[in-house]
C-alpha cells in the first residue's frame, strides 16, 4: 500500500532510501515483537539499538555531536515506518525530536558534549516533563518552581503522564523561576538526572499496551548545579517551542505509522475473509470507510511534510501552525482507522491474536497528547482564524 509520499516526485531518493531501510530493519522485529516485549514488561532495548546503531535515532541531531545532521523530517519518517511496521518508539518524540532539539539549538557547548552523542547514538535517553496535575492543558498555571540558592538551582513541584522517566537517564523538566511565579508564564528548562535526590517517580497505572510506561513526578527541594538550566531563564516561550513543535510533529508521525499499521491488517483481512459468495472487502459498507481512512491518512502525511518542512527551514511560526494541523490531522486519521480496522475483524478485532484491539487506546494518546484535539482547535481559531478566546 502506497503512502503520500513514497514518490519519487514528492520524496526525495535519500528520503525514499531511508524510509526503505528503515522500514526493513522494523519488519524483522514486527508486531509481535513488539507484543512480547509488552507482554514480558521489558523495553524495546534491542530494535531501539539497532535502530541508534544504523543512525536512525540521531538523524535529526547535529553532526558534530555524532547526530546524522538532518532535521525533523528524517525523524519523522522514521518513527512513521517503525510504527507502520507495528513498532512505535514512543521515546524518539521525546528524547532526540524534544530534548536533542532544545539541547542542540539553546544548550551550552558542555551540555551539547555531555548529552547530544548519547542521545544520539541510543547510549542515553532523556525525558520530559511539562505536564501538572494542577495546570493540564493550561500550561501558563505550572507550579513547579525553581529558586536561586548560591550557585545552584533548588526545584519543588510535580508533574504527571511524564513518559519513559524510569528508562531516561534525566528528564528535560519545565519549571519557572520564582521571581516568575505569577502571570504569563516565562519557562524554564533543566536537566534533572534520574537519580537525583529529592526527584521521586511512581507510575500511572494506564490502560495502554506499550514499552513505555508513565509516571507522577515529585521534585521535594531537588538541588541541581547552575548548568542544570537550559538555555536562557528570560526566553520564554520561544525555547519550548522549539522542543513543542518537534513534539507535534512526531506524535503526528507516531499516529500516522499505526494508522497505517492498522489500515493494512484491515485491508489484507478483508481481502480473504469469506462469509458470503465474494470477500468481505468487497462489500462497499467495509470497502469505502477503509478507502475514507486511507485518504485521511495521506492527507495527514502530507501536513506532517508541511510542518516538518517549515521547521527544518527555521520558521518556528509557520511550522508552529502546521505543527498543530498535523498533530490533529493525523490523530483523528489513526482514531478513525483503528475503529474502522477493529470492526473490518468483526470478533477477531477484539482478539488479542490478531493485535488490533489494544491499538484502540493508544490511538488515543495522540487525540490527547501532547496536546489534546480541542486545545488544537483553539488555537486555530484564535492564531489562525482570528476568533475571539473563550477562556
Ligand atoms: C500516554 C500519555 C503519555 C504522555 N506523556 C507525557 C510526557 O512524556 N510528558 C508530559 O509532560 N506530558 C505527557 N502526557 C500528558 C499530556 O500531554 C496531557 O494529558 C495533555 O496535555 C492533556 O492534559 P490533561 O490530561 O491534564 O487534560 P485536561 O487539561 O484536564 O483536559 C481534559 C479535557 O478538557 C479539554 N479542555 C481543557 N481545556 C479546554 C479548553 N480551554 N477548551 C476546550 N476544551 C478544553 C481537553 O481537550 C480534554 O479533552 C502524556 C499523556 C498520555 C495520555
Known sequence: ?????????????????LRAAVAALAKRYGREYFATVVAEGRHTDELWQEAAKAGYLGVNLPEEYGGG???????????????????????????????????????????????????????RKMAFGITEPDAGSNSHRITTTARKEGGDWVLNG??????????ADATLIVGRTE??????????????????PGFGRSPVAMELAAPEKQFELTLDDVRLPADALVGDQDAGLLQLFAGLNPERIMTAAFALGMG???????????????????????????????AQCHIELELAALMM??????????????AGEAANMAKYAAAEAAVHTVDQAVHTLGGNGLTREYGLASLVT?????????????MILNFVSHQSLGLPKSY
Not at 158 to 167: L, N
Not at 310 to 317: S, V
Request: aromatic share 6%; hydrophobic share 45%.
Open 260 to 290: 497505517r499499521y492498522a489500515l493494512a491488517r484491515a485491508v489484507d483481512y478483508a481481502r480473504t475473509r469469506q462469509v458470503w459468495k465474494e470477500p468481505i472487502g468487497a462489500h462497499q459498507a467495509l470497502a469505502h470507510p477503509l
Open 179 to 196: 521571581d516568575a511565579g505569577t502571570g504569563k508564564l516565562k519557562p524554564c528548562l533543566f536537566i534533572v538526572p534520574r537519580e537525583a
Open 362 to 374: 493508544a490511538a488515543r494518546v495522540a487525540r490527547i497528547a501532547p496536546v489534546s484535539r480541542e
Open 69 to 123: 545532521g538532518a532535521g525533523i523530517t528524517e525523524l519523522s519518517l522514521v518513527l512513521e515506518e517503525l510504527g507502520a511496521a507495528g513498532c512505535p518508539l514512543l521515546m524518539l518524540v521525546v528524547s532526540p525530536a524534544i530534548c536533542g532539539t532544545v539541547i542542540a539549538r539553546f544548550g551550552t557547548e558542555e551540555q551539547k558534549r555531555t548529552w547530544l552523542p548519547g542521545l544520539a547514538d541510543g547510549s
Open 305 to 318: 511534510r508541511k510542518a516538518a518542512l517549515l521547521y527544518d527551514a527555521g520558521d518556528d511560526m509557520a
Open 158 to 167: 510535580r508533574k504527571i503522564f511524564v513518559s519513559g522517566v524510569d528508562i
Open 1 to 17: 500500500m502506497s503512502n503520500a509520499l513514497s514518490n519519487p516526485v514528492i520524496e526525495s531518493e535519500e528520503h525514499r532510501a
